[in-house]
């Protein structure tokens, strides 16, 4: 898979967390606070990030990827990343093996 971005226009949580169950994604609530700084790091499952309020941008190795209300993406295992939010970002993550 490697990373898939997505504009969905979904914006709702209760029903992005109802989509991702049905994915396999076990799911929860997240928020960042303004200025918010992840550096380069990896995850051991696919990982999905779908934005309900404020914005994120993503970076891999090939891209960097600024995230607004509605967008989603996934990831997939082992893939380095960064994360950072300067206006602050609340989002439905999911993962799974």
């Known amino acids: 898979m490697g990373v898939i971005f997505e504009s969905t226009g979904l914006r709702d ?6 989509l991702l169950k049905q994915e396999g994604y ?3 609530m997240w928020y960042d ?6 550096s380069w790091h990896t995850h051991k499952d696919y ?16 891209n960097v990827f600024r ?21 602050g970002v609340k989002y439905v993550c999911g993962s799974k093996p």
């Open 13 to 18: 949580p209760e029903k992005i967390k109802e």
């Open 26 to 28: 076990d799911v929860y």
């Open 67 to 87: 995230l607004l209300v509605g967008d989603k993406i996934e990831l997939s295992p082992n893939i380095p990343h960064w994360a950072k939010s300067e206006k």
């Open 33 to 38: 606070p303004p200025r918010t700084y992840y």
């Open 47 to 62: 990982e999905v990030r779908w934005i309900v309020e404020g914005d994120i941008e993503i970076g891999t190795e090939e």
